[in-house]
């Protein structure tokens, strides 16, 4: 009987390498053999975590999508403050691009123009000037309680409700969609003198009438019931009612005259100390050349 059991121990080894060939996992890879474009490309992908054209489009689309949205929650043409506050860091790069933001003596022009027509519309509280100082031109503008400088780098610096009120317009001027109109001749502040007392006549005499109406009908419910000597109590209590809202709206409309006249007054009294000083005040951190002034004499 023939043993066989040497020749089978022999050839394990041998067919087992026959059986994987070159491509077998333990085989040696030959540094000289072409390799595909595609299986190097597919490679690639899969080490930068994923395929090149999937992310990118799908970061174009939820950009797209968070601009509409942005466009449809804020209003850019009347874009304040308190807008710029509410608007997240993810919100402000979808809107505003940052590689097409308007830098430089253009962005000065645009916030100079925007600013004149801010103040002449009362929506911007301030003195006007464009500055030099270090060898660059910049925009100030300052009040009796703040001040904001604005760089050609569309930089912001400053303190207090005039800062506030300019951040937001050196972002709009910075975008080339937005339209800056063009100022009005007269564009500076009033003339203290020419402040008015107050605002809203037109509705207080409204009011004023309809409160008189009150009292008249209040008095005659009164006087009819006592006149008449009615035994019912809706007369007299419906002649109170009527009485006490007249006499209201009358409070009403007296308060409004006085926190108006209140309002004007420490409104001329701002315009004076800002007409009447000889100098920028001491907070206000900029001793450069001037280019241009508000007003000659301010």
């Known amino acids: 009987m023939e043993d066989t059991s040497t020749q089978s121990e022999a050839d394990g080894p041998d067919r087992e390498t026959v059986e994987e060939g070159p491509d077998g996992p333990d085989a040696p890879v030959d540094a000289d053999a072409p390799v595909d474009a595609d299986v190097a490309n597919d490679a690639n992908a899969a080490d930068d975590g994923g395929s090149v054209d999937g992310p990118s489009a799908s ?95 569309g930089e912001v610096s400053g303190r207090g409700t005039v800062l506030r009120d300019v951040e937001p317009l050196v972002a709009l001027a910075a975008m080339e969609e937005y339209d800056v109109a063009d100022p009005p001749d007269d564009w500076s502040l009033p003339h203290p003198d020419t402040v008015p007392e107050g605002s809203g006549e ?72 800002l007409r009447e000083a000889k100098e920028r005040p001491e907070f206000v951190p900029v001793d450069g050349e001037v280019l241009s002034e508000e007003t000659e004499d301010r």
Do not use: C, H
């Open 202 to 273: 037109f509705g207080n005499l409204i009011i004023q009438v309809v409160a008189a109406v009150q009292v008249i009908a209040g008095l005659a419910l009164l006087g009819a019931s006592f006149l008449t000597d009615l035994d019912s109590i809706v007369g007299p209590a419906m002649g109170a009612i009527f009485l006490l809202v007249g006499l209201f709206l009358f409070a009403i409309v007296a308060n409004a005259r006085l926190s108006d006249r209140f309002r004007s007054e420490e409104y001329r009294d701002r315009l004076r100390a």
């Open 59 to 153: 970061d174009d689309d939820d950009l797209a999508e968070l601009r509409e949205r942005v466009d449809a929650e804020y209003d850019f043409d009347d874009f304040g403050p308190a807008d710029m506050a509410r608007m997240s860091a993810e919100e402000w790069d979808a809107a505003f691009d940052p590689d097409t933001w308007i830098t430089g003596p253009r962005l000065l022009d645009r916030v100079e123009a925007e600013l004149k027509s801010r103040i002449a519309r009362r929506e911007v509280f301030g003195l006007l000037e464009r500055v030099r100082e270090d060898g660059e031109e910049r925009v100030l503008v300052y009040s009796d309680e703040g001040y904001a400088i604005v760089r050609p780098s």
